[in-house]
């Protein structure tokens, strides 16, 4: 079975209206715990959990490596009108909840972000659910620090913004306005 670990990125440190990146790391569930145990031997301990914004190039260039224990990676950025941060989250996960059940992923492992936030998470895929996007997923909320693999799809976002996703890497990137 396929899971897919989600985390968002909002580029300019969220003063950019226009923009907003939301990557899945998919992984098999037969190669998750091998994928746990290189991520939380390459988080530094300064670090609760894997994040690209607070690392060094050099440890940025060895993540990316990280990558290689997913099944596929697919980004979506937002990339239209000027927009709340939660409008364009919808619009980012709208899509990547079409595009995971067509890779037939069954679990969908978000990081939480309190539970305002995720109860509006929640909203979204039972919206989705009502529209028939998304019944054969099941979705989670899971604290950053206690999934590393959630550590993939943050320097998925990350290497995305800066160019450095591996061509050999399985990825497909979409945008939605």
Request: proline share 4%; glycine share 8%.
């Amino acid at each position: 079975m396929h899971r897919a670990y989600v985390d968002e990125s909002e580029p300019g440190g969220g003063r950019d209206h226009t923009a907003y990146v939301m990557a899945a790391a998919v992984v098999d569930d037969r190669h998750a715990d091998p994928a746990r145990d290189a991520v939380r031997a390459a988080t530094p301990k300064r670090m609760r959990k894997l994040h690209w914004y607070e690392a060094t190039d050099g440890q940025r260039l060895t993540w990316i490596g990280l990558l290689v224990h997913t099944a596929a990676l697919v980004v979506v950025l937002y990339d239209g009108a000027p927009a709340r941060a939660e409008r364009r989250r919808r619009r980012c996960l709208e899509r990547l909840v079409w595009e995971l059940e067509r890779r037939e992923v069954h679990v969908l492992a978000l990081e939480s972000r309190g539970s305002a936030r995720d109860s509006s998470d929640a909203s979204v895929l039972e919206s989705l659910r009502a529209r028939g996007v998304g019944h054969t997923l099941r979705y989670e909320h899971v604290r950053g620090a206690d999934e590393p693999l959630l550590g993939l799809a943050d320097t998925a976002c990350g290497a995305h913004l800066h160019g450095m996703i591996p061509a050999a890497t399985p990825h497909t990137v979409i945008a939605v306005s």
